[in-house]
């Protein structure tokens, strides 16, 4: 790592973040995933190195069926409530050492129901310890229960209520994830979305991961969401630029995952400093900590060094994540206070900072 390059990254470290694009079956710590094989009898590698190489993803090129793949083990050490507490703990105190001070974690409710809980006792699970970290960890937290292309569009509308019931404990939003390619039109998960959307949670939406000409994006906006996952194929239609800048609506981009699946060849070719530069609102992020094995810190000082992101623009991404958070009115303002008392008097974030300057 050069000198420039190891500044940039010390300084994102410090940076306080935000990420909205997060899943918490990629997120496992490989330690607590050897104990929980070993503690509930799930064939799993037995060593530290052999449980790394079966959670963290191969580098690239892959597939996004290949990625899937590494959510398989996670799912199956997820399926009572100690785990599924365990590893939302765990998870909000790897962020908060990694500066990230407002964070939601996506999960699906549907694929913890293996082993006899119910949904509400999931989203039970990972609510209480979201909330018990949240505190000690001085880490807003907030949940986005997450439907899957794959599953009958009725047991998503039991997940979509289900997540309604709990507003109360901090769940706040709605997705759609899973293999897109298989499985390509959201359309088909309307209901579950009215049900969300009339419950009051913000609305997000996996498509468009694939590089196609936007035409995955476009469908999702049918959908009406605040924000996509993902959603770079966007940069294939300027139309569909157009329609995202005009509506408002932010992507979650996640540089790392989207090489990993093949998406993109590299980082250095990824669409989100261009669609940031033509005006879409973009927020960067891990997607799985542990899949992608890289923290937000790391995924942004990539932004910086191949993307050539400035330091400025990683910041307007950064506060931008605090405009697009599903989150309550108040908690945002507090939030954007404390980040902007934050950045007062680092030269380099403020807006149309230059170097020539
Ligand atoms: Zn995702």
Redesign the pocket.
Known sequence: MSHSARAAFRFLQAMPKAEL?L?LDGCLRPVTALELASTRGIAAPTSYQGMFDVLVAAAHPGSQAELLKSFELPIALMQDVEALHRITTELVEDKAADRVRYMEI?WAPALHVQRGLTLDEVIDAVAAAAHAAAGRSSVVVTLTAVALRSDDPELNVSVAEAAVRHRHRGVTGFDL?GFEEAFPDPLLHFAAFDVARAGGLGITV?AGELLDNGSLVRRALELHPRRI??GASAIGDPAVIEELIARGVTLDL?PTSNVQAGTVASIAEHPLAALLRRGVGVTINT?DTTISNITLSEEMASCHDELGLTLGEIWECTLHALDAAFVDEETRGELLESFRAWASGIPELVPGYSTAG
Do not use: T, V
């Open positions: 694009h899943h996506k994830a996996h996952a993902h996640c997607d």
